[in-house]
């Protein structure tokens, strides 16, 4: 298989490489095309054979008989200069044009024979009659004016029928789970294959790089794939005819910060963002455009890298522990991410070829107030690379045709685990994470070390500490995991929380030495290809290709490193997916038809398929040549079968008038399952994980989801620049994954195995108001009502009620009953609104404009709240499974910019280069509810427990440890003289009590439940 696909993968690349000798312009993954009339301004009359072409790119088209001309394969862009001509004509020119993905811009050019060139700029259409499905499509102006977002990924949550998935991150589209969605840029696979999350480049590619965000939630034609949720696809820029330049720099300012409504300050993250953008003509022929953005955030704070949704996470409000430590700014708790991307194109002998590459990376401690007063070395580390390349190229094939080939590279690495924390990291350095090696055992007893593995990763080693026992020095007290471990110098094994080394003088309460966490390792390489035949026959848009999914995915797991029975995962997989499709864009005057089938190939690569789940392990026997039998346990284990889907679609566009339109749209998709659920545990020593109860297995057979989706809906312009839309979506969602109990007589622990067998369904109801820009100012509010209902909201959701079922029945199995899911929110609301003055616009003092050159941006969002389910104290659940509601989300962001252009202060001279001076605002109304809620009393701060206090015993100042109950598990006085509060040698349980309910008053006070109050952030840009 090896063979054959390396044989397959070289012929493509010669294939690719030979036509791209023949490229011409247009080289992008996702791209729209532009339809001119050409008529004669006196008689209204089609020219035949008149021209039009694009400045930019040079690409151009000849008008047919009955005047129109069609250039196809433009890629999308705001700033289009098109010019039309014919012989004995003036030239005829528009300015302006805007032209988007998977639709067509159209122009009309009347010529005239006077001697004067005509200029005018294009006026966008109100409603488009070949637009066909569902979602939004944003240029970099459009992203750029959304107050409240930082990159991609805030960009798109504030999209119709798009809610963030807390179960399984990301976001859900229209009930699907946030692993569903094709996240791509330049039309190249982002999204995780292992785990389903996002690419960190969605978060750390800068917002001037992106020239258009294509968000596809329905009616999705056949050749967009991968996926039961949306795509979202983000096209970067190319350089144009004339140099950019711009650079930004933003800064939290924390002294203007709001307070939480128990009147603690919120804390600032040192949160500093450096941005470059530039680009343009390096000769006539070789253009570029290239940016580059850090950021860097010395408290990192949860919501800023798109995490957690307005609520505070570890950095929040300043509230102080009983030694001075800042809650809100706890230490080690550093972020430092980096993006950035070039292309770069140019003309040979006649052709053009395009590069691309997007280049992002993250390094972060991970830290929390629990593990803050421990060991800050056995913090661990994650560093995330995922770096993507692109070479794109296409021909022209007869008059109209053009043939596209696209190889995509990526390679992408998560890597968390103990590090070299003297080292540290920086902007400009990641995180040195140590090896994850077995080289050597270590005997406890002892104290010795030989050369050879015992199961346990070397530096997580955990070792005893023998002492004394002050009271009786000839009993040796053995202190488990305590001692020196020594290949790091330092307190190995898992934390130790049995210490009153902490400000609250708390037993089993904060970790005081050991780790908090193991290692995980993984590896994911990919390559893509792409075809595409695309061709303009009279009204038929022809779009035929295919493409190709080569993964390379290594993944290694040990969240118990220091145990030598570990929760330990490895695999190394290479599964392939592939489709091909065909698309049919009919447009005519008042309506767009767009039939599409995509054929689906998903081969997992792996050879993990349980033969028998209830008899899950196989005994091979061998004799060697003296006749000794060995017998060993292997997994009982086949190959797993290749899987396909034929996915017919349709699209349909109804114009009305010249404003309304209906549209409809009906089609299956088809999304592989997750290697998460493919491989866990199959890998490495099977028989030793079946060992430990209550494991998850992968099941190797795993179906993908299959989904059914109709759309219907309609848009209509109220007035010229006013436009409503309204559209009902209906969807099915099956064969999602779950867990299934197995249990039988050769199986004592049991275990839990990954299924197909979940459902649910989706019904929406999206309703738009736009108005364009026009008397300085714009609006777009979004809202959407919806059920998403279902068995199961994440594949492991259902692990805890499985595992406490009875173990005597042979396969336990949830009752198959759907229920509102984790991320359900009922209503969901957006508004936007832009306010802009020129130069002289605005109001008047004096006859002074004292708002030019201001532009305000706002975004509000309301979300109702989420459901969960509500138990009593005991854990025992009240009410129906899923049968509470969160608290509702409202929150308005807002930017105030100033531009300052030089020209007014240095003449014309330079041009139209300037300067922005911004203050942005998250939450400019302070609003502070909570969001979640405690599920035992509904309430944001309090967990219903019942607040008296355990212990006991007394604490005492003894060093001769009489009593035998006064040391901690390393060895130390649980005395904390902090808490000796009248000094009189001895912590009393009343004093501890008073401890143990300012460490509550103090957790609450956090309100790590509720609404981040207001936060400010200045920002300077410099644009030439």
């Known amino acids: 298989m090896t063979r054959n696909r390396t044989f397959v993968f070289s012929i493509l690349t010669f294939s690719f490489l030979l036509i791209l000798g023949f490229t ?4 992008y993954a996702q791209t729209g095309k532009i339809s001119a009339k050409i008529l004669d301004a ?16 040079k690409q151009g088209a000849l008008s047919k008989d009955n005047g129109i001309a069609t250039i196809i394969n433009v890629a999308p862009s705001e700033h289009y200069t098109v010019v039309a001509k014919y012989a004995g004509y003036e030239p005829f020119t528009i300015k302006g044009v805007k032209v988007q993905s998977d639709q067509t811009t159209k122009l009309e050019f009347k010529l005239s024979s006077k001697i004067q060139d005509t200029i005018v700029v294009a006026a966008e259409k109100l409603v488009d009659v070949t637009k066909v499905g569902i979602g939004d499509k944003l240029s970099n102006s459009d992203i750029i004016a959304i107050a409240g977002t930082k990159n991609i990924s805030e960009v798109v949550a504030v999209t119709p029928g798009i809610v963030k998935d807390a179960s399984n991150g990301g976001f859900s589209v229209h009930g699907s789970r946030g692993t569903d969605n094709s996240e791509r840029i330049n039309n190249i696979e982002t999204t995780n294959i292992v785990n389903g999350g996002e690419s960190i480049s969605q978060k750390t590619t800068s917002k001037f790089a992106i020239s258009e965000l294509s968000i596809a939630t329905g009616g999705l034609d056949a050749s967009k794939g991968n996926t039961t949720g949306a795509e979202i696809n983000a096209t970067t820029r190319a350089g144009g005819s004339r140099f950019e330049f711009q650079l930004r720099y933003r800064t939290d300012v924390p002294a203007m910060f709001g307070s939480s409504s128990n009147g603690y300050k919120q804390m600032g993250s040192n949160d500093k963002t450096y941005e470059l953008a530039l680009g343009g003509p390096l000769t006539e022929d070789i253009k570029y455009f290239i940016t580059a953005k850090g950021i860097t955030q010395q408290f990192e704070d949860e919501l800023a890298n798109g995490t957690s949704f307005g609520v505070n996470g570890d950095v929040g409000l300043n509230v102080i522990d009983p030694a001075g430590n800042n809650l809100g700014q706890l230490p080690n708790a550093h972020y430092y991410s980096r993006g ?18 997007v280049l992002s990376s993250v390094n972060r401690q991970f830290t929390g107030w629990g593990s803050t007063y421990g060991d800050p070395a056995e913090i661990p580390a994650a560093n995330s ?15 109209s045709g053009i043939l596209k080939l696209t190889a995509g590279y990526q390679a992408a690495s998560d890597h968390i685990g103990k ?11 990641m995180y040195k994470i140590y090896n994850a090696a077995d080289n050597f055992s270590y005997d406890d007893n002892t104290h010795t070390i030989t050369p050879g593995g015992d199961g346990i990763v070397d530096i997580y080693t955990p070792v005893s500490k023998q002492i004394a026992d002050p009271h009786n020095p000839s009993n040796l007290l053995n202190l488990p995991g305590a001692g020196i471990n020594p290949f790091t ?3 190995e094994g898992g934390g130790i929380v049995y210490s009153t080394n902490n400000p609250y003088g708390l037993l089993n309460t904060f970790l005081t030495a050991g780790n908090v966490f193991g290692f995980t390792n993984q590896t994911r390489q990919q390559v893509q290809i792409e075809g595409q035949y695309n061709d303009q026959f009279g009204s038929h848009g022809i779009l035929g290709g295919f493409e190709t999914h080569f993964y390379n995915i290594s993944n290694y797991d040990n969240l118990l490193p220091w145990d030598a029975n570990p929760f330990r995962d490895s695999f190394t997989v290479k599964p392939l997916i592939a489709a091909v499709y065909l698309v049919d864009k009919m447009e005519f005057s008042d309506i767009t038809f767009q039939p599409s089938l995509r054929f689906d190939i998903y081969n997992p690569g792996n050879n993990h398929v349980l033969v028998d789940p209830y008899n899950p392990i196989r005994y091979d026997t061998t004799v060697d040549a003296n006749g000794k039998k060995t017998v060993t346990s292997v997994g009982n284990f086949s190959t797993a079968p290749v899987q396909t889907q034929l996915s017919p679609r349709l699209g349909i566009t109804y114009s009305v008038s010249d404003k309304t339109l209906f549209n409809f749209s009906y089609g299956l998709y088809f999304k592989p399952p997750l290697f998460l659920s493919v491989l866990t545990n199959t890998g490495g020593n099977f028989s030793t994980a079946l060992q430990r109860g209550n494991q998850i297995i992968g099941n190797g057979a795993l179906k993908g989801e299959s989904d059914e989706e109709i759309d219907v809906g309609f848009s209509t312009g109220l007035t010229e620049t006013l436009k409503a839309t309204i559209n009902g979506v209906y969807k099915k969602m099956r064969n999602i994954a779950g867990l299934a109990r197995i249990t039988s007589s050769t199986l004592a ?12 369904s989706y019904k929406g109801l999206e309703f738009t108001l736009e108005k364009r820009m026009l008397d300085n100012f714009s609006v777009k509010f979004n809202y959407t009502y919806s059920t998403s209902q279902g068995t199961s909201s994440s594949a492991t959701e259902n692990y805890i009620a499985l595992i406490n079922q009875s173990s005597t029945a042979e396969n336990s199995v949830l009752p198959l009953q759907p229920f509102p899911l984790s991320f359900d929110r009922t209503h969901v609301a957006q508004l936007l609104f832009n306010l802009m003055f020129g130069k002289g616009e605005g109001p008047k003092i004096g006859g002074v404009a004292f708002l030019e050159h201001f532009i305000l941006n706002t975004t509000t969002v309301f979300e109702s709240g989420v459901p969960y389910t509500a138990y009593d104290v005991k ?12 608290p509702s989300f409202l929150q308005t962001d807002a930017t105030l910019t100033r531009n300052i252009p030089f020209s007014e202060i240095f003449g014309s001279g330079v041009g139209t280069s300037s300067l922005d001076i911004q203050l942005e605002v998250l939450n400019m109304f302070n609003r502070t509810e909570p969001i979640f809620v405690y599920s035992t009393t509904g309430q944001g701060d309090d967990d219903g427990v019942n607040p008296v206090y355990g212990g006991s015993t007394d604490f005492i100042n003894d060093p001769t440890n009489a009593d035998g109950q006064q040391l901690d598990a390393l060895g130390m006085l649980k005395y904390n003289a902090r808490w000796d509060l009248n000094k009189d040698g001895r912590v009393s349980v009343d004093e501890q009590t008073k401890a143990f309910n300012q460490q509550r008053s103090d957790r609450f006070a956090r309100r790590t439940n509720y609404q981040i109050p207001r936060r400010f952030y200045l920002n300077f840009t410099l644009h030439f």
């Open 419 to 429: 590090y070299d924390f003297a080292a540290g990291g920086g902007l400009f350095s």
């Open 749 to 760: 622990l049991g275990y839990s195995l990954y299924t197909d067998d979940q459902y649910g």
């Open 875 to 886: 854990g025992t659940q009240v009410g129906e499974y899923n049968g509470q509601r969160e």
């Open 340 to 357: 950035a991307t070039a292309n770069i194109s140019f003309d040979l002998l006649g052709f053009h070829m395009a590069a691309d590459a």
């Open 42 to 57: 006196k008689s209204g009359e089609p020219l035949f054979k008149a021209s039009i072409q694009i400045l930019e790119t």
């Open 24 to 27: 011409a312009p247009g080289l």
């Open 385 to 399: 690379i995922d770096n993507l390349y692109t070479l794109t190229g296409n021909t022209s094939i007869g008059s």
């Open 489 to 491: 110098g330092r307190i």
